[in-house]
């Protein structure tokens, strides 16, 4: 680890954890719902992907065994604030087959698989990207594996972490070369970078209100400088 750039690392976090405050994330009520919600909100807002969420429980299928069972043409109506509703249809019942059958339904026993081995399981299914993957991983799994969005992308690279356009395992080695793995910081750093993505370093930066344009007189975003 670079000692340098591990401090730096743990003080934006420490600046926007100040401003925010603790995110509890993932926002769902189930382990389960957790996975759903990581297919669903593929490209498209967590607003979105939450509605269509709602609209499977309340429609009594929010279940691994329901959705194994159901006709994607029953799962896509209910998921249409999702976007892409007919592939992610088929998305929710492929994963949900491979969750009942493999896994027994259980997050627990999903859990004790090794990660590398999970995650190259995970990306096996159709339709699931490294983000998605890695989103179950931490989130439900509560294994150290950093996710990364366009917000991680977008952020670092106006500091300088990272080159502009970098590629997810580029920007995911920027954490895990340089911080402990600990599941419970990865899980509420990638939520701060929500966060401040979604609300205020959009593609026209908020500059004036972000609370790590300067961090400690020695961090500084290079985007909005004089």
């Given at each position: 680890?670079?000692?340098?750039?591990?401090?730096?690392?743990?003080?934006?976090?420490?600046?926007?954890?100040?401003?925010?405050?603790?995110?509890?994330?993932?926002?769902?009520?189930?382990?389960?719902e957790?996975?759903?919600?990581?297919?669903?909100?593929?490209?498209?807002?967590?607003?979105?992907?939450?509605?269509?969420?709602?609209?499977?429980?309340?429609?009594?299928?929010l279940?691994?065994?329901?959705?194994?069972?159901?006709?994607?043409?029953?799962?896509?109506?209910?998921?249409?604030?999702?976007r892409?509703?007919?592939q992610?249809?088929?998305?929710?019942?492929?994963?949900?087959?491979?969750?009942?059958?493999?896994?027994?339904?259980?997050?627990?026993?999903m859990?004790?698989?090794?990660?590398?081995?999970?995650?190259?399981?995970?990306?096996?299914?159709?339709?699931?990207?490294?983000?998605?993957?890695?989103?179950?991983?931490?989130?439900?799994?509560?294994?150290?594996?950093?996710?990364?969005?366009?917000?991680?992308?977008?952020?670092?690279?106006?500091?300088?972490?990272?080159?502009?356009?970098?590629?997810?395992?580029?920007?995911?080695?920027l954490?895990?070369?340089?911080?402990?793995?600990?599941?419970?910081?990865?899980?509420?750093?990638?939520?701060?970078?929500?966060?401040?993505?979604?609300?205020?370093?959009?593609?026209?930066?908020?500059?004036?209100?972000?609370?790590?344009?300067e961090?400690?007189?020695?961090?500084r975003?290079?985007?909005?400088?004089?």
């Amino acid at each position: 680890m670079a000692a340098t750039l591990t401090g730096d690392l743990i003080q934006i976090y420490e600046a926007l954890f100040a401003a925010f405050g603790h995110q509890h994330w993932w926002p769902a009520r189930t382990p389960f719902e957790t996975m759903i919600g990581a297919i669903l909100t593929q490209n498209v807002s967590w607003t979105n992907a939450a509605q269509a969420v709602r609209s499977l429980e309340d429609a009594g299928i929010l279940d691994p065994h329901l959705l194994a069972a159901a006709d994607t043409a029953e799962i896509a109506p209910l998921i249409v604030p999702s976007r892409y509703y007919n592939q992610k249809a088929e998305r929710i019942r492929e994963f949900a087959r491979v969750y009942v059958a493999e896994f027994g339904a259980d997050p627990a026993a999903m859990a004790t698989v090794e990660t590398g081995e999970l995650r190259e399981r995970l990306l096996a299914l159709r339709g699931f990207g490294k983000e998605t993957a890695d989103t179950i991983l931490l989130y439900v799994c509560e294994k150290p594996v950093f996710v990364v969005d366009a917000y991680t992308r977008r952020i670092f690279s106006r500091y300088g972490f990272l080159p502009e356009g970098a590629s997810y395992d580029l920007t995911q080695r920027l954490f895990a070369e340089n911080l402990e793995p600990d599941a419970e910081l990865f899980n509420d750093y990638h939520a701060q970078i929500v966060r401040l993505g979604n609300t205020i370093c959009r593609k026209s930066p908020l500059c004036d209100r972000c609370p790590i344009r300067e961090v400690n007189g020695t961090l500084r975003c290079a985007v909005g400088r004089t």
